[in-house]
């Protein structure tokens, strides 16, 4: 046998060598895709807790050492030293950009930001409290009825175009959402503005007065971005990558992700946690709270608590309680019992018996939707926060699988358990 194999012996005595991929760091991977044919078995596992759906060279998370990598690159460097414009460059291109190429790369951004103007009129078809996921989704998924003349997934220069709009894009979208949410006109882009400033002026200002950008606002929305930027084969990139394998075109495979995002176990966590906060009240409420959370016939969890993958800490969530602090200072005051709450409740269940023992830390989600609160920004707008974030995550990884030669059409197996065959009944005889 092969040193990088795995053999396999099946109930009937036969055997079989299971190759073993190894990838640049990170676990070894078991090849299996023979083994249906040769054996006649599928593999089960809900969730894919245990399996690799594809070969990506995007991003590196190792749980146990709480460890995030771009393209190779920590991300706490990257939080450091980069901004998402560059960060969103790497992740599309494999390497960091020299000046002039960053330089391009921002001002292409900069100069796909408006939208048609048919498109901006479908807001007025939304009743005025949609919630703004419905309307990303919904907008971003139409936008293939205006670009389907550069959407040839075969094309690399359309590939390019794609990820372009949707990054430059999606800021406008989710601004007009929320312009329509509270009532008030539409804001065009400013080019002049970066990408966070121009998002915060699209978001707050208005037509009948000036709108100076706050510059701590725009950095921590610029941290946040870089942050929730991509994160490998997680349920929403797996949706785009799905949808996508399909062979549908990128912005409706990008409406599937934002579908997928939507959801409390995903996206949705961090307004949970808002609403958790809320709830909890007062610190003299937290034991209650964690108690709960403990419980298994209660289906309440710490939301902001726990992750599929990391099991040590989110390397995420330290690097924006950071952020929490300084936006508190600047911002916040009104809001900083509330991160006070937060904080406490973080230190009563980091020294819990049963968060210990299962692993759970705080993730991306907990402190997020507190620096966002403290922008004014709505807790229905906190998923799609995460959105423009994930863009260019999404963009990157259905760039890869489009490009991957050995891709295929996503299609999983199942363990039927439904009845055997039986014959039909007529319906006078049921
Ligand atoms: N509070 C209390 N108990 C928890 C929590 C929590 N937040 N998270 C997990 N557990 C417990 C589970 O009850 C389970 O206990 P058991 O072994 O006794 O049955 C054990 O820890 C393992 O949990 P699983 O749900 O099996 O772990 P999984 O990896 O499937 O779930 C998830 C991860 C969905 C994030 C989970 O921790 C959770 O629901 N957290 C709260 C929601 C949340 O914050 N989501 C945001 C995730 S980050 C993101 O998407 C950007």
Same mark, same amino acid.
């Given at each position: 046998?092969?040193?990088?194999?795995?053999?396999?012996?099946?109930?009937?005595?036969?055997?079989?060598?299971?190759?073993?991929?190894?990838?640049?760091?990170?676990?070894?991977?078991?090849?299996?895709?023979?083994?249906?044919?040769?054996?006649?078995?599928?593999?089960?596992?809900?969730?894919?807790?245990?399996?690799?759906?594809?070969?990506?060279?995007?991003?590196?998370?190792?749980?146990?050492?709480?460890?995030?990598?771009?393209?190779?690159?920590?991300?706490?460097?990257?939080?450091?030293?980069?901004?998402?414009?560059?960060?969103?460059?790497?992740?599309?291109?494999?390497?960091?950009?020299?000046?002039?190429?960053?330089?391009?790369?921002?001002?292409?951004?900069?100069?796909?930001?408006?939208?048609?103007?048919?498109?901006?009129?479908?807001?007025?078809?939304?009743?005025?409290?949609?919630?703004?996921?419905?309307?990303? /989704? =919904? *907008?971003?998924?139409?936008? +293939? %009825?205006?670009?389907?003349?550069?959407?040839?997934? @075969? !094309?690399?220069?359309?590939?390019?175009?794609?990820?372009?709009?949707?990054?430059?894009?999606?800021?406008?979208?989710?601004?007009?959402?929320?312009?329509?949410?509270?009532?008030?006109?539409?804001?065009?882009?400013?080019?002049?503005?970066?990408?966070?400033?121009?998002?915060?002026?699209?978001?707050?200002?208005?037509?009948?007065?000036?709108?100076?950008?706050?510059?701590?606002?725009?950095?921590?929305?610029?941290?946040?971005?870089?942050?929730?930027?991509?994160?490998?084969?997680?349920?929403?990139?797996?949706?785009?990558?799905?949808?996508?394998?399909?062979?549908?075109?990128?912005? /409706? =495979? *990008?409406?599937?992700?934002? +579908? %997928?995002?939507?959801?409390?176990?995903?996206?949705? @966590? !961090?307004?949970?946690?808002?609403?958790?906060?809320?709830?909890?009240?007062?610190?003299?409420?937290?034991?209650?709270?964690?108690?709960?959370?403990?419980?298994?016939?209660?289906?309440?969890?710490?939301?902001?608590?726990?992750?599929?993958?990391?099991?040590?800490?989110?390397?995420?969530?330290?690097?924006?309680?950071?952020?929490?602090?300084?936006?508190?200072?600047?911002?916040?005051?009104?809001?900083?019992?509330?991160?006070?709450?937060?904080?406490?409740?973080?230190?009563?269940?980091?020294?819990?018996?049963?968060?210990?023992?299962?692993?759970?830390?705080?993730?991306?989600?907990?402190?997020?939707?507190?620096?966002?609160?403290?922008?004014?920004?709505?807790?229905?707008?906190?998923?799609?926060?995460?959105?423009?974030?994930?863009?260019?995550?999404?963009?990157?990884?259905?760039?890869?699988?489009?490009?991957?030669?050995?891709?295929?059409?996503?299609?999983?197996?199942?363990?039927?358990?439904?009845?055997?065959?039986?014959?039909?009944?007529?319906?006078?005889?049921?």
């Amino acid at each position: 046998m092969s040193q990088d194999a795995y053999r396999l012996t099946s109930p009937s005595g036969s055997e079989m060598e299971l190759p073993v991929r190894k990838g640049t760091v990170g676990p070894d991977v078991i090849d299996i895709s023979r083994l249906y044919k040769e054996q006649g078995v599928f593999t089960y596992d809900p969730g894919f807790v245990a399996t690799g759906s594809c070969e990506s060279a995007i991003t590196f998370i190792d749980g146990e050492k709480g460890i995030l990598m771009y393209r190779g690159y920590p991300v706490e460097q990257l939080a450091e030293h980069s901004s998402f414009i560059e960060v969103a460059y790497l992740l599309l291109n494999a390497e960091l950009p020299t000046a002039t190429e960053l330089a391009e790369f921002d001002s292409t951004i900069r100069m796909h930001t408006m939208l048609n103007e048919g498109m901006l009129s479908f807001f007025k078809g939304f009743r005025y409290d949609a919630h703004p996921m419905a309307m990303l /989704s =919904a *907008v971003v998924g139409s936008m +293939s %009825a205006y670009y389907h003349d550069e959407m040839d997934a @075969a !094309n690399p220069v359309h590939r390019d175009i794609f990820a372009h709009r949707i990054l430059a894009k999606l800021p406008t979208i989710a601004a007009a959402a929320y312009k329509l949410n509270v009532g008030q006109p539409f804001m065009y882009p400013r080019n002049d503005l970066n990408y966070c400033e121009n998002l915060l002026h699209m978001l707050f200002a208005v037509p009948a007065e000036p709108y100076e950008v706050d510059p701590v606002a725009a950095e921590a929305l610029d941290l946040l971005f870089i942050l929730h930027a991509d994160h490998e084969q997680n349920c929403s990139t797996s949706t785009v990558r799905m949808a996508g394998s399909s062979g549908a075109n990128p912005y /409706s =495979a *990008v409406a599937a992700g934002i +579908s %997928a995002l939507w959801g409390p176990a995903h996206g949705g @966590a !961090n307004e949970a946690v808002l609403k958790m906060l809320d709830d909890i009240g007062d610190v003299s409420q937290i034991g209650k709270y964690v108690d709960k959370a403990k419980d298994r016939n209660d289906p309440f969890r710490l939301m902001g608590f726990g992750h599929r993958v990391y099991k040590n800490f989110d390397p995420r969530a330290t690097l924006i309680r950071e952020m929490c602090h300084k936006v508190m200072e600047k911002l916040g005051r009104k809001d900083t019992p509330m991160f006070d709450l937060a904080r406490e409740l973080e230190r009563v269940a980091l020294q819990d018996e049963y968060f210990i023992e299962k692993n759970l830390y705080p993730n991306v989600d907990f402190y997020s939707g507190l620096i966002y609160r403290a922008l004014r920004i709505p807790t229905s707008m906190f998923t799609v926060m995460f959105a423009l974030g994930r863009s260019v995550g999404w963009a990157a990884h259905w760039r890869e699988m489009i490009a991957d030669s050995n891709g295929k059409i996503s299609r999983p197996r199942q363990l039927y358990t439904g009845p055997v065959a039986r014959d039909y009944i007529a319906v006078d005889k049921r």
